[in-house]
């Protein structure tokens, strides 16, 4: 008897909130590959795993001492230079409750358990989408394209306490942080990340390429 093959349930819908943010003229100017990610949007609680590993990891002493001093909010930023060269993992897990998504990124090491960063984007603030950290700290993200490269970038930093959203003076705050997706055909695309103070330099910068995830 032969066994008839059961296809895997569709998770995903259309989603228009990264290309609401854009706008229809900047949308169109990403590569298709990257439209098709970023424009389809998982069921709650349903996930997407994207596998790859770090090609780049730069950091100088600021970068260093902020990386290490994060890890008291949850560790945000990579902190381990021993990561190159070692598997990396994305995982988007869309909110069954809100409307926003949880992100979880994992860095193998050279010894040790591989760090993990956890985080929650959210469609919602000044600039329309904004990134939480924990602890009440959080940034606000202008979208933009550049050079067909989806590209985030910090706008400025807050904390809320006891209901009030304080935004972190930029004197203190860790920099203008630039975060892209980049697309390499193939299907593969380079996350990239870099951090820069008007102080300090250039504090951190990381990149990684990843797989399309399997349908």
């Known amino acids: 008897m032969q066994l008839k093959r059961i296809p895997h349930p569709d998770l995903s819908c259309p989603d228009h909130r990264f290309s609401d943010l854009l706008g229809p003229e900047n949308w169109a100017r990403l590569p298709a590959a990257i439209r098709r990610r970023f424009g389809k949007r998982v069921r709650g609680g349903a996930s997407v795993a994207y596998q790859g590993v770090v090609t780049h990891?730069?950091?100088?002493?600021?970068?260093?001492?902020?990386?290490?001093?994060?890890?008291?909010?949850?560790?945000?930023?990579?902190?381990?230079l021993s990561c190159v060269g070692k598997p990396a993992v994305v995982i988007v897990t869309e909110d069954i409750a809100g409307t926003g998504q949880f992100w979880i990124r994992q860095y193998g090491r050279k010894s040790g358990f591989p760090q993990m960063i956890h985080s929650s984007k959210r469609f919602a603030g000044p600039s329309g989408l904004e990134e939480y950290i924990g602890f009440g700290i959080g940034m606000a993200l202008n979208v933009s394209?550049?050079?067909?490269?989806?590209l985030f970038k910090s706008d400025h930093y807050f904390v809320s306490v006891l209901g009030l959203r304080l935004r972190i003076p930029r004197l203190i705050a860790p920099g203008a942080l630039v975060i892209g997706h980049h697309d390499l055909g193939q299907g593969q695309f380079r996350f990239s990340m870099r951090l820069d103070h008007k102080v300090f330099g250039h504090v951190l910068s990381q990149d990684a390429v990843f797989k399309d995830a399997k349908e």
């Open 57 to 80: 990891m730069q950091m100088n002493g600021a970068g260093r001492l902020l990386a290490h001093a994060a890890r008291l909010i949850g560790a945000p930023l990579p902190y381990d």
């Open 145 to 150: 394209v550049e050079n067909g490269a989806l």
